[in-house]
């Protein structure tokens, strides 16, 4: 495993941090039901359980870099391309979002940093394995 692999990944997450504060500051669980149910299922009060939910994904995104990835765990590739490729899909998510709303949608701002970031540190697990 390369050290900046593994520091892809640190920016990854923390632009998914950067993209869950986006989504809380818009709103994203009153416009996206798929949203609110997750919301929902974590508290009653969707605002809070939106906030818990992401903080728990980025709290997972967190202990994947400084637990497998870093001591280089044999899961540590498959968590690293699951993360490139789900936030990869995110970005582009939310733009084809916002393309349908014809404007604005919660996430798009920081929508092209999940795609940079995703596609950055596939390519370097790609080129890794070629």
Same mark, same amino acid.
């Given at each position: 495993?390369?050290?900046?692999?593994?520091?892809?990944l640190?920016?990854?997450?923390?632009?998914?941090a950067?993209?869950s504060?986006?989504e809380?500051?818009?709103?994203?669980w009153e416009v996206f039901?798929p949203?609110r149910a997750v *919301?929902? %299922?974590?508290? !009653?009060?969707?605002?809070?359980?939106f906030i818990?939910?992401?903080? =728990? $994904?980025?709290?997972?995104g967190l202990?994947?870099?400084a637990?497998?990835v870093r001591?280089e765990?044999k899961?540590?590739?498959?968590?690293?391309w699951g993360?490139g490729?789900l936030?990869?899909?995110?970005?582009f998510?939310h733009? *084809?979002l %916002?393309?349908? !709303?014809?404007?604005?949608?919660?996430?798009?701002y920081?929508?092209p =940093? $999940?795609i940079?970031?995703?596609?950055?540190?596939v390519s370097?697990?790609?080129?890794?394995n070629a």
């Amino acid at each position: 495993m390369e050290r900046s692999q593994a520091d892809v990944l640190l920016v990854l997450v923390l632009g998914q941090a950067c993209h869950s504060v986006e989504e809380y500051v818009f709103r994203l669980w009153e416009v996206f039901a798929p949203a609110r149910a997750v *919301a929902q %299922a974590v508290d !009653a009060d969707a605002a809070l359980g939106f906030i818990l939910s992401n903080s =728990l $994904l980025v709290g997972f995104g967190l202990w994947c870099w400084a637990v497998p990835v870093r001591r280089e765990w044999k899961a540590a590739s498959a968590l690293m391309w699951g993360w490139g490729l789900l936030e990869t899909a995110n970005g582009f998510g939310h733009i *084809a979002l %916002a393309a349908a !709303a014809r404007g604005y949608f919660p996430g798009l701002y920081t929508a092209p =940093l $999940l795609i940079a970031a995703g596609l950055w540190l596939v390519s370097r697990l790609h080129a890794r394995n070629a």
